[in-house]
């Protein structure tokens, strides 16, 4: 009884004395020898400057008076007390992200019971991420308030104590060379979690160079080609490509060249709102309107791929120009197309590039987009490059005609797939009526294509126009999502799905999980995300699945189909900076493993091997 009045007392009976340290000692019991802080507070950086963008580590250093001690993060039940707090006061755009504290200690409370916490120095890390347009030259104020309970051998007292930090932006990080030890023993020493935080940084034993990082990017961009995303805009430019080989060599090269301008701009504004807003990679997919509307646009061109109707030479030449005669502005628009539907598919090798493209300053981080609208546009490229290498493409031909309508099933699938995504957007009724409003879309094709032909009468034609419009319009009128988000994840409740428990992710759940000591997989994840579906295909693996349960993981899911901030901050904290990731947190290891962007049977089963070790 007597460990429970004695904090209890010391946190309702005597608040007048909670604004600040130093403490008189006499009001704690600690004799009349003068005026002595039992806990002091400094905020510490491991860089005297910083670069835009770029993350760096903060510590708040906590000096112990002899005998005085402080609580962790979280306290287990049995132990009375207040656990510590740092409440974070940071300028306009700056992101703090937790780090694990180190392991609290055993030592005995005011009446002699087992309590744990903390004494003489300790460093209570952070991560600090300035604005990617923050000003070079100007400076920024870091302030924290620690918020606790200070015990010596006698009686407790809960205190607040302000500490803040002046860092400049430059162009480049420079190291405080002062602080650079405090950080380094600071997190040598750890030997276990029990103060997990919420959030940390990938277990990379180093940082790759950013020259494998630019690699990185145009190989991603490469790949990108044969994802499923991009396979119909593919289809599109073979057919170019064929037709294109009896024209001459400049001309060829024109296309080669337009087309990636196409990509290169679009890359560039994609890459610009990333930088600027700090959104994710396939942002715009985690709008409703954006999804509907590259459905109907997919629907479109299917059915006019599958020969249904032809757009005509009135019409804007754009999608003429894709399908026939393929004219610069063709080219042009399947870049911008093909950066469009390649976002749903964060690649093999391009999930690295984009998590340091959203950290790193602005030149640099457009560097990495341009490298990755290069590696999407270079197979098109050489092919308009070498002639040679068109030259040995099939002659155009009656087969043509056959080929383009097969492709439109690609399109069709497109379709299916955006209808799936809005799934996890949109719910009952409306969903229906969205889809029912793509009929009304392909009705409105059909009659275009069925009376808008030239041989029929003017008046004809033109009634065929407006019925088409009419139901063109209308339908997507009618089906235009008014609802952009529906309720996060936090909301729901545990799924059975591909053959394991799925919890919603919360940065709480996750901190109360591994503070318990409980292994945790966490699947971040959208269904815009082409790469997170395949990768759901191990899950159902037997093996695999009694791993889970030999093991006792608890598996949570961070579904980012519609934009949540918590999980942004929570994938880019652990160096990546774009869905798919997947991590496991091991008991008693201070870092979080990141499994590959690819998953298969064998390299999650030997991530959860380790839980052996």
Same mark, same amino acid.
């Given at each position: 009884m007597k460990s429970f009045l004695l904090p209890l007392f010391a946190l309702l009976a005597v608040p007048a004395f909670s604004q600040s340290i130093p403490f008189d000692p006499t009001l704690l019991g600690g004799g009349g020898d003068g005026p002595k802080a039992l806990v002091t507070a400094t905020l510490i950086s491991e860089v005297s400057s910083a670069a835009s963008g770029a993350t760096f580590r903060v510590a708040?250093?906590?000096?112990?008076?002899?005998?005085?001690?402080?609580?962790?993060?979280?306290?287990?039940?049995?132990?009375?007390?207040?656990?510590?707090?740092?409440?974070?006061? #940071?300028p306009e755009g700056w992101k703090m992200d937790e780090l694990p504290w180190p392991a609290v200690h055993p030592f005995k409370g005011v009446d002699g019971s087992q309590s744990e916490g903390y004494d003489s120095i300790v460093?209570?890390?952070?991560?600090?991420?300035?604005?990617?347009?923050?000003?070079?030259?100007?400076?920024?104020?870091?302030?924290?308030?620690?918020?606790?309970?200070?015990?010596?051998?006698?009686?407790?007292?809960?205190?607040?104590?302000?500490?803040?930090?002046?860092?400049a932006i430059a162009a480049q990080a420079v190291t405080d060379t002062a602080q650079s030890a405090a950080f380094g023993s600071s997190t040598a020493t750890e030997k276990k979690t029990t103060d997990t935080a919420a959030v940390t940084t990938s277990g990379a034993a180093a940082p790759p160079t950013f020259l494998f990082v630019m690699f990185s990017a145009f190989l991603g961009g490469l790949i990108l080609n044969i994802m499923p995303c991009v396979f119909p805009v593919l289809g599109i430019k073979i057919v170019s490509i064929v037709q294109q080989s009896g024209e001459d060599r400049k001309q060829v090269v024109m296309h080669g060249?337009?087309?990636?301008?196409?990509?290169?701009?679009?890359f560039w504004v994609l890459g610009g709102?990333?930088?600027?807003?700090?959104?994710?990679?396939?942002?715009?997919?985690?709008?409703?309107?954006?999804?509907?509307?590259?459905?109907?646009?997919?629907l479109?061109?299917?059915?006019?791929?599958?020969?249904?109707?032809?757009?005509?030479?009135?019409?804007?030449?754009?999608?003429?120009?894709?399908?026939?005669?393929?004219? #610069?502005?063709?080219?042009?628009?399947?870049?911008?197309?093909?950066?469009?539907?390649?976002?749903?598919?964060?690649?093999?090798?391009?999930?690295?590039?984009?998590?340091f493209a959203v950290k790193l300053p602005a030149p640099q981080a457009m560097l990495l987009f341009?490298?990755?609208?290069?590696? #999407?546009?270079?197979?098109?490229?050489?092919?308009?490059?070498?002639?040679?290498?068109?030259?040995?493409?099939?002659?155009?031909?009656?087969?043509?005609?056959?080929?383009?309508?097969?492709?439109?099933?690609?399109?069709?699938?497109?379709?299916?797939?955006?209808?799936?995504v809005l799934t996890g957007m949109i719910e009952g009724l409306p969903l229906l009526i969205l889809m029912l409003s793509l009929v009304l879309v392909a009705f409105g094709c059909w009659v275009y294509g069925r009376w808008s032909l030239p041989?029929?009468?003017?008046?004809?034609?033109?009634?065929?126009?407006?019925?088409?419009?009419?139901?063109?319009?209308?339908?997507?009128?009618?089906?235009?999502?008014?609802?952009?988000?529906?309720?996060?994840?936090?909301?729901?409740?545990?799924?059975?799905?591909?053959?394991?428990?799925?919890?919603?992710?919360?940065?709480?759940?996750?901190q109360e999980l591994t503070a318990a000591g409980k292994p945790v997989y966490i699947d971040f994840t959208a269904k815009w995300c082409w790469t997170c579906q395949v990768n759901k295909r191990v899950y159902p693996d037997p093996r695999l699945q009694e791993l889970f349960k030999k093991y006792g993981v608890v598996t949570l899911k961070a579904d980012y189909t519609n934009e949540d901030d918590a999980i942004k901050q929570a994938f880019t904290a652990l160096g990546r900076g774009?869905?798919?990731?997947?991590?496991?947190?091991?008991?008693?290891?201070?870092?979080?493993?990141?499994?590959?962007?690819i998953l298969t049977v064998d390299n999650v089963s030997e991530a959860l091997k380790k839980l052996d070790k």
């Open positions: 708040v250093k906590l000096v112990h008076a002899q005998g005085a001690h402080t609580y962790g993060k979280v306290l287990p039940p049995e132990i009375i007390g207040k656990p510590t707090k740092l409440i974070w006061t #940071l460093f209570l890390p952070a991560k600090i991420t300035p604005p990617a347009n923050a000003t070079i030259g100007t400076k920024a104020e870091l302030q924290v308030k620690v918020d606790g309970l200070v015990c010596d051998d006698k009686s407790c007292m809960p205190f607040k104590v302000d500490a803040k930090v002046s860092i060249l337009i087309y990636t301008l196409g990509i290169l701009l679009s709102l990333v930088v600027a807003l700090g959104k994710g990679w396939g942002f715009q997919l985690q709008s409703a309107g954006f999804n509907y509307a590259l459905a109907a646009f997919f479109i061109f299917g059915i006019n791929m599958a020969g249904i109707f032809e757009i005509g030479a009135s019409a804007v030449g754009v999608g003429s120009n894709l399908q026939m005669k393929h004219g #610069l502005s063709g080219s042009f628009f399947s870049g911008l197309l093909a950066t469009l539907v390649s976002t749903p598919c964060s690649a093999p090798f391009l999930g690295t590039a984009l998590g341009t490298l990755i609208g290069l590696g #999407l546009a270079s197979p098109f490229l050489l092919l308009s490059i070498f002639p040679s290498l068109v030259s040995v493409l099939p002659r155009p031909g009656a087969w043509m005609e056959s080929f383009k309508q097969g492709m439109s099933f690609l399109l069709f699938g497109t379709v299916f797939f955006m209808l799936w041989h029929k009468p003017a008046r004809t034609r033109l009634i065929a126009l407006v019925l088409a419009l009419a139901a063109i319009v209308g339908g997507l009128y009618l089906g235009w999502p008014h609802v952009e988000k529906q309720p996060g994840t936090a909301e729901h409740g545990a799924k059975f799905e591909n053959g394991l428990l799925w919890e919603p992710w919360s940065a709480a759940k996750v774009a869905v798919p990731v997947n991590v496991l947190y091991i008991p008693g290891v201070k870092e979080p493993l990141v499994l590959p962007e």
